[in-house]
């Protein structure tokens, strides 16, 4: 995690936080850890479906990323 992303969260600006991972997702689409810390943020602010998107993209990117794991449990993949 970028330290100014990291720093944002610690103090509660969240929007920051999301604004720089925003700037490094449409710098590199393939960057699967821009769209895991992403999600991160967008579940703190309990936007739920960005981050379950933000999650899957993680899966679709790098399915042997270990948080990938759990988002396949939590989908229903994983039996």
């Given amino acids: 995690m970028k330290s100014a992303v990291r720093n944002a969260c610690l103090v509660g600006?969240?929007?920051t936080a999301v604004k720089v991972l925003n700037i490094d997702i449409d710098a590199s689409t393939n960057d699967h850890n821009a769209y895991?810390?992403?999600?991160?943020?967008?579940a703190r602010t309990c936007n739920w479906d960005q981050a379950l998107f933000d999650a899957i993209q993680v899966r679709l990117i790098d399915p042997s990323c270990p948080p990938c794991k759990k988002v396949k449990f939590r989908n229903g993949?994983?039996?």
């Fill in 36 to 42: 895991a810390n992403r999600a991160f943020v967008m």
């Fill in 13 to 15: 600006d969240l929007p």
């Fill in 77 to 79: 993949i994983v039996r």
